[in-house]
């Protein structure tokens, strides 16, 4: 498969873990208190175990509960028993196909924001970093992606897309925040202190 033949989805996953390969197990990420290997733990945790998925959505919605305890604890597990580039390597491999994140078709669906975040999060917590130029096709994948992560925030916001001029509005606000796909994406999804958008 050639690279202009994988999926978004499929390309960021190749581009974390090579970035998690170079940094290695202890460099900083911009999720808080994660290094790099809490980062690979997470993500191998989220391919190959159905039974912590719920953990993660329950920790979106910002609820703690037992199920999150529960998919920490199998990340903590996983990176106290396997050596940090058997995790990248599973992280760069993905799951398997008997589980619902090695199907394809769900894996590009709930993979494409998932990576693309995470990615970032590798890059943007070392020094020099610089926004990625994406083409065209992909940030239309990101843009669809925005809509569902900004949901729909206390007062309402307008999200604009500075490269089409596109716009979704969350809620009944007024307020715009406006920058190109990937850099709403990271401001939705709480990343607010590397999102290079314009706004609030």
């Keep these: 498969m050639t690279a202009s033949s994988r999926s978004l989805a499929e390309r960021e996953r190749a581009g974390l873990a090579d970035l998690l390969d170079r940094l290695g197990p202890d460099a900083p990420t911009c999720c808080a208190g994660w290094t790099t290997a809490h980062l690979a733990a997470h993500l191998v945790v989220r391919d190959r175990r159905p039974d912590a998925l719920a953990g993660f959505g329950v920790e979106r919605l910002g609820v703690a509960r037992p199920l999150t305890v529960w998919s920490h604890r199998l990340e903590d597990r996983l990176r106290a028993t396997t050596p940090y580039p058997e995790v990248v390597a599973r992280v760069r491999s993905g799951p398997p196909v008997w589980v619902p994140m090695g199907w394809p078709v769900v894996g590009d669906a709930v993979n494409t924001a998932e990576f ?8 943007r917590a070392q020094p020099g970093w610089a926004p990625r130029e994406l083409a065209r096709a992909d940030q239309d994948q990101l843009w669809r992606a925005v809509r569902y992560f900004a949901g729909r925030p206390p007062g309402g916001v307008v999200l604009r897309r500075t490269d089409t001029g596109a716009e979704h509005r969350a809620g009944e606000g007024r ?5 190109e796909p990937m850099e709403l994406l990271l ?3 709480g990343r607010t202190d590397v999102a290079r958008v314009t706004g609030p």
């Design 187 to 189: 401001w939705a999804s």
């Design 116 to 123: 693309a975040i995470h990615h970032e999060d590798a890059r």
């Design 175 to 179: 307020t715009t925040v406006a920058g």
